[in-house]
């Protein structure tokens, strides 16, 4: 089941607090950009986030969850409604996130 166009909508107004907040659509699904880094994506309308220490920390019971077959276990957001419960956990995410990766430059081969 693919995410809606709705639930994504609502889940940027609740991290409107915060800047630099982007999305990707990929497959159906959104993937969520905090300041140029993955923090996690919307999957089958749940907000899902990467499970690293200050995440685990911020929301010690949230429930790991499988954004699709094959992916490796997300944690699942519950409270979606509290705007400041959010930009809290992106904030003390951040910094535990990888970089992104640099983007592969193409190579333009010489014709002859």
């Not at 915060?18 to 140029?36: D, H, K, Q, S, V």
């Not at 499970?51 to 954004?67: D, N, Q």
């Not at 979606?80 to 809290?88: C, E, I, R, S």
């Amino acid at each position: 089941m693919a995410s809606s166009k709705e639930y994504l909508e609502f889940i940027l107004g609740q991290l409107s607090e915060l800047e630099e907040i982007t999305y990707r659509a990929m497959m159906g699904e959104f993937i969520i950009y905090y300041r140029g880094k993955i923090v996690g994506g919307i999957y089958d309308d749940r907000l899902l986030v990467k499970p690293v220490k200050s995440a685990i920390s911020y929301m010690p019971t949230a429930s790991y969850e499988l954004p699709y077959d094959g992916a490796k276990e997300m944690l699942l957001v519950d409270e979606v409604d509290n705007k400041g419960f959010l930009a809290g956990l992106f904030g003390v995410m951040y910094d535990e996130l990888p970089a992104p990766k640099p983007k592969k430059k193409k190579r333009i081969t010489p014709s002859l």
